[in-house]
């Protein structure tokens, strides 16, 4: 059966086929490396597909992929006849007079099932233009091309080169300048110098408890460093951000940025043109647009090669109208999205998370199920971080941090740090802890 597209045939070698399954129903090897790399979709030919989806149940079963036993199969899936009968397949027998080229085969038959997937994929990009389709969905729909068209390889697995890796990690974590730090040197220790390149880290708290405040100080930290950082906010604008960027450097209150130039006394002035000057080459990045979807963020942060990325905050992305689904369901594909680009992209990832603040005058300490979208998220995260401030204390200069989730070792129990609220700046105390309990989900 032909499947045509616009009247022409789509990318196929009919004979490369039916040599490979003449291979398999020759050789246990052939059908073994055969069926670790193809699916029987990859198979133009309709009852070629079938023929193999005989020869994969045959591979799981531990049974041989001789003829009779591919035809055994087929019988009794009522698709002998369907496929041509015994004839058909004591042709394809004959087909191949050694099993020794069935690599290439198998090559060939790979390279026109992925053509064949880029032409679907590329007539979905194509009538979504025509449909005049939001820009960054149909970047969206662009991104994973490359990935779909890469072909799966047959490696065998090399225990000496892995462990060469590995070592190879182990080395490079050993310098600092791999390490991804908060800022705060307790949560840095419990993370173990920080995150790493491909991993993702989740900032929670209920609304104004100093998310954005303890992002842009670990963002500080880095840029110390000399990384790259990005910030995607879907909350505030680019300018109160950069407000809050020189509060923190100048130690200038933040309400006299809301006021204006005249509330700015003359030598805080000065301290804002040096943090200017200073800063004018850092390599931070600041985005403020609230209508970039999840799978156009991607292409907006590659461009500028970050180190650490910052989205402020989950529950705002908007999704794509191609996303179907309740929340938590969109939320977890947000963060598939978001952790794939960290990984391809060798980055570091925080993402801001918000909670639903409870009616009433107290406010209980945050745990990991009240994160919108919670299992994604506590599967998704090297690490899970609490900020908090008692309302008892509200006028007090301390806030809460808690680690809930900690991949690279145990988590912290909740501890108080020095916060000015003014300057949305941070220190430690004593490390003490407080009394309370800790941060984790077990704790009341």
């Not at 990690?169 to 705060?184: A, M, N």
């Not at 990984?343 to 409870?358: A, F, I, Y």
């Not at 919108?372 to 599967?379: D, L, M, N, R, V």
């Not at 020095?418 to 220190?427: E, V």
């Amino acid at each position: 059966m032909l499947n045509l597209i616009d009247d022409r045939i789509l990318p196929c070698n009919i004979e490369a086929e039916m040599s490979l399954l003449g291979a398999v129903m020759q050789s246990n090897d052939a059908a073994e490396s055969a069926s670790r790399r193809l699916t029987p979709e990859d198979f133009y030919d309709i009852e070629h597909q079938k023929v193999f989806a005989a020869v994969k149940a045959l591979i799981v079963n531990g049974k041989p992929t001789d003829p009779v036993m591919v035809a055994e199969t087929l019988l009794a899936n009522g698709q002998l006849d369907e496929v041509g009968g015994a004839v058909y397949l004591a042709k394809l027998d004959d087909s191949v007079p050694t099993t020794a080229h069935a690599g290439s085969y198998l090559r060939i038959v790979l390279e026109k099932s992925a053509l064949r997937r880029a032409i679907h994929a590329c007539r979905e990009v194509v009538e979504a233009c025509y449909a005049q389709a939001d820009i960054g969905e149909v970047i969206g729909m662009l991104e994973p091309l490359p990935d779909q068209l890469r072909l799966p390889t047959e490696k065998l697995y090399d225990r000496h080169a892995s462990m060469e890796r590995a070592i190879e990690e182990l080395e490079r974590r050993g310098e600092k300048e791999r390490h991804l730090p908060v800022g705060i040197p307790i949560l840095d220790e419990k993370l173990g110098g920080g995150l790493l390149p491909g991993e993702m880290l989740v900032l929670g708290g209920y609304p104004g408890m100093g998310k954005t405040s303890l992002a842009l100080w670990m963002m500080r930290a880095n840029l110390r460093l000399g990384h790259r950082c990005l910030v995607l906010s879907y909350e505030m604008s680019e300018p109160s951000l950069i407000h809050r960027m020189m509060g923190q450097g100048t130690k200038i209150a933040g309400w006299k940025f809301r006021k204006g130039k005249q509330h700015i006394l003359d030598h805080e002035w000065v301290a804002l043109q040096e943090w200017c000057s200073q800063n004018i080459e850092t390599p931070w990045f600041v985005f403020d647009d609230s209508s970039l979807t999840a799978s156009n963020i991607p292409s907006q942060v590659y461009r500028y090669k970050p180190d650490l990325v910052f989205l402020d905050y989950l529950q705002l992305v908007p999704q794509d109208r191609a996303t179907k689904g309740k929340g938590y369901e969109q939320i977890d594909a947000t963060i598939r999205t978001l952790l794939h680009m960290a990984r391809r992209g060798n980055m570091g990832l925080v993402l801001l998370s918000q909670l639903t603040r409870p009616e009433g005058d107290s406010v209980p300490r945050p745990r990991m199920h009240q994160l919108k979208g919670s299992s994604a998220i506590e599967q998704a995260a090297q690490a899970i971080v609490f900020i908090h401030r008692e309302m008892a204390k509200a006028g007090e200069q301390t806030t809460l941090v808690g680690i809930a989730k900690n991949r690279s070792g145990p988590v912290l129990a909740w501890t108080e740090l020095w916060f000015d609220g003014a300057t949305m700046t941070f220190a430690e105390l004593e490390n003490r802890l407080t009394e309370n309990g800790s941060a984790t989900e077990s704790d009341g």
